[in-house]
Each structure stands twice: as structure tokens, then as C-alpha cells.
């Protein structure tokens, strides 16, 4: 047997990215989306979503101190949690402003562009692609699994099993490891704006690039990993 295939049981799981792809294709050849409501959709699922795992991420060590019974932890990384997020919220979200002036200028929302964003600007794409963000919520599902930490080896071993573990423990606990996901996202939809305008200037058929976007995006490649692991 090959040993970097991967168990079927593992794929028996990916049934949840089927349906979100199908639905996400089903749904736009419905509604005849253009390029334009494709990029927006993913740029507003990559605003919300990813802010909600970097919330988890910041946040989720705080349940697992709590779990555990750490009270002063909880608190300790509930407080550090605050701070953490005050940066990532304005740091995430200008990232996304800078996209959205982008996306505006190259497919705007409305017939006109209106130059500069404003605000009416983020109603219409709410309105508009809201029900785009259940199906990416599905997509990264597994972002929002709440794990145990590895349990704390005694602070004085200097093992070199109870040192691996103690920063896997750390590396557990670290509420930024999590949150740089989204920004891999964040890169993602930077290199799609170019292939959406090309696609666009070369007049290729919509349905077509919905396709091949969607399979990208809803694949979980996290099993292909996982294969290469085992």
C-alpha cells in the first residue's frame, strides 16, 4: 500500500466541502453572477470569516485555561487576549479596506464607481453576498474545533520529551498562532484579484471561472496534508 495515501476514512469527511461547492456553483449560476459578484463575495466571506477565527484563535486559550480549571491563566490570557485584538482588528480590517478600494476600482458594485469607498458601499456588499458567508463558515470549519492542550509537563524536567512538550503547550496556548491564517486568505484573494481581472479582459466564460475558483477554495487540501503527514 502506498504510504502517503490517505485513508478513505478521511475523505469521508470532506462531504461538508461537496455540499458548500455545489451550493456556492448552484447558487451563482442561479442568480448569473458576473466576475464582479464573485470577487466581492470572497472578499466580504474573507472579512467576516476571518475575523471570527482570529477571535477564536485570540480567544479559544482562554476556554481551554478555563477548562482546565487555571483560573488566574484564563484571566491572564482573557486580559492579553484584548490587547491582541485591538491589533488585529485594525490591522485585518486595513488590510481589507485596501483590497475593497482595489476590487472597487477594477469591478465596482454599482454601474458607477463610486471613487473612493464609503460605507454604503460595505451595506450594498452585505446585502447583496451575506449568504455567501454560511457556505465559507462551512469551508473552515475545522479552524473552529476547540482542542485540549497537551497536558504540562513538571516545570523543573529538563527531559528532552518534557521540553518538546512544554512548547507544544505554548505553541497551543499562543493566541497569534491561529490568527495569521486568515492572512494567508488576506494573500489569496490578492493574487485572485489579478486572475479575475485577466479572466475578465479575456472574456472568459463566468461559469467557467466560478468553477475552477471554487474547487480551489472549497478542496480541502488539509487532507492532502494530512496524507503527506502519514
Known sequence: MNETAVPTSRWAGAWPD???????LALARVFRWETRDLVWSLWLSSLLVGYAMILWSIFSPVVVLKR?????GAIAALAGGL???????????????????????????????E????????????????????????????????????????????????IAQRKARQAHLNP?????????????????????????FAKLDSFLVYSAVYAAYFFPWRLLQAGKAA
Open 18 to 24: 461537496a455540499l458548500a461547492f455545489a451550493t456556492g
Open 68 to 72: 482546565e480549571g487555571r483560573t488566574g
Open 83 to 113: 490587547f491582541t485584538l485591538l491589533f488585529f482588528t485594525f490591522h485585518f480590517g486595513m488590510f481589507h479596506f485596501v483590497h475593497s478600494a482595489f476590487l472597487n476600482g477594477f469591478f465596482p458594485v454599482a454601474d458607477k464607481p
Open 115 to 162: 471613487g473612493f469607498p464609503e460605507p454604503s458601499l460595505y451595506a450594498e456588499v452585505l446585502a447583496r453576498y451575506w449568504w455567501f458567508v454560511p457556505v465559507a463558515l462551512l469551508a473552515e470549519r475545522q479552524a473552529f474545533k476547540l482542542q485540549p492542550a497537551p497536558p504540562e509537563p513538571p516545570p523543573t524536567s529538563v527531559k528532552a520529551a518534557d
Open 176 to 200: 497569534t498562532a491561529g490568527a495569521m491564517q486568515p492572512y494567508k486568505n488576506v494573500v489569496r484573494l490578492h493574487l485572485l484579484i489579478f486572475f479575475f481581472a485577466g479572466a475578465h
